[in-house]
């Protein structure tokens, strides 16, 4: 369940000629995914050889034609908008947004060094972002869901409890979709493979546990004493660890096999 804190906006400068003055929405649950991210910002990119093929591919789905205009939503340090506005070409526009400005930074950092002249970044709530109508041609979205504390608010019409639960099979995919009135709607499935490099079962557990209790949705910090999470960390390490063990190892590493989903409609 995502908290229902009662939120504030402000307004920040708007980069991309004729928008409106973007709304950021202040609360307690923003200030948590601004913080998360925040803290992976600089080491985001670090031998990260996993989501640009996922970001890629994203864009491959959607297609987007030469000299088209796309927005990319949670855009993070700018996998998804640098594979499309590698499709749109110079003729076409790309606008990222995100909520982070570290995350930005370092994006901004890789347009600058490509000297890419069709892609921007703009500071940006993806529950208050505003253009004029028909300014884009497509909207990309790549793991940006579970971290809206309101998704109708985001405008894409589907209104889960649990974003992840929501959606995660093909048939609720079709279903929400259907029912926020997407048309031509595709869902596909592919297997991808991650593997967690120099590691031991023990570090893998213990990751996975650090994420889980920084995640901004429900961190433990704010649900439970340090003592009750020290307990529940090692009633974690105890069933996780084991589990760990029993996944494929590949170089000295360890392999998270899983099913990742996508979709695409119109509207």
């Not at 906006?9 to 973007?22: C, E, N």
């Not at 990260?48 to 093929?53: A, R």
């Not at 967690?196 to 004493?225: V, Y």
Request: hydrophobic fraction near 45%.
């Amino acid at each position: 369940m995502l908290p229902s804190e009662t939120p504030k906006t402000r307004d920040v400068g708007a980069r991309a000629a004729g928008s409106k003055p973007i709304r950021i929405i202040e609360n307690g649950y923003k200030d948590r995914v601004k913080d998360f991210w925040q803290g992976r910002s600089e080491v985001y990119d670090v031998n990260n050889s996993f989501h640009p093929p996922l970001c890629a591919h994203l864009v491959g789905l959607a297609n987007p034609f030469p000299g088209s205009a796309v927005l990319d939503i949670a855009t993070g340090t700018g996998s998804v908008a640098f594979a499309a506005a590698d499709a749109v070409g110079p003729s076409g526009r790309v606008v990222g947004v995100d909520i982070t400005d570290t995350m930005l930074q370092q994006a901004q950092a890789k347009a600058d060094a490509l000297a890419a002249t069709n892609v921007e970044f703009q500071l940006a709530d993806a529950e208050a972002v505003s253009f004029p109508e028909q300014s884009f041609d497509f909207i990309l979205c790549s793991n940006g869901m579970a971290y809206l504390q309101n998704v109708p608010a985001a405008k894409f019409g589907v209104a889960p409890e649990d974003a992840g639960a929501a959606l995660g099979s093909e048939a609720r995919i079709r279903a929400a979709l259907g029912a926020a009135g997407f048309k031509s709607i595709e869902v596909s499935a592919s297997k991808e493979v991650k593997v967690f490099e120099d590691t031991t079962p023990e570090k893998f557990a213990e990751s996975i546990f650090g994420m889980m209790e920084r995640f901004p949705a429900a961190p433990l910090s704010q649900l439970l004493c340090q003592q009750q999470i020290s307990e529940l960390r090692a009633d974690y390490m105890i069933a996780a660890v084991p589990q760990a063990e029993t996944m494929p190892r590949r170089d000295g590493g360890i392999v998270n096999e899983f099913v990742m989903l996508w979709a695409v409609a119109t509207v």
